[in-house]
Nanobody, 125 residues
């Protein structure tokens, strides 16, 4: 059973940056495809980015964050990251990391059986 714990959220002004982390334990992190999702109040859970077990350039992003966000992973540290630059008020949400029992990434939230509790990101205008 994989446990995921996110950190790094907070309050930032529009145009600023944040780096989220997701620490994994209880499983073989390097075997999992990983993803970041977000959920704003009253809205559906939304895909943000995904990365395969190899990391590197094997990534995929939602159009809304492409060019501003970067997903990465450090398998030696069992940690997933999301670097968020040029933040906008519409990026405000709870950000959740997720793991799937497959080495590839996925944009579909139902492909992920393991979820963290989330970290709040608030972007002020």
């Amino acid at each position: 059973q994989v446990q995921l714990v996110e950190s790094g959220g907070g309050l930032v002004q529009a145009g600023g940056s944040l780096r989220l982390s997701c620490a994994a334990s209880g499983g073989i992190f390097s075997a999992y495809g990983m993803g970041w999702f977000r959920q704003a109040p009253g809205k559906e859970r939304e895909f943000v980015a995904t990365i395969s077990w190899t990391g590197g350039s094997d990534t995929y992003y939602a159009d809304s964050v492409k060019g501003r966000f970067t997903i990465s992973r450090d398998n030696a540290k069992n940690t997933l990251y999301l670097q968020m630059n040029t933040l906008k008020p519409e990026d405000t949400a709870v950000y959740l990391c997720a793991a799937r029992n497959s080495p590839g990434g996925s944009w579909w939230y139902r492909d992920y059986p393991y979820w963290g509790q989330g970290t709040q990101v608030t972007v002020s205008s």
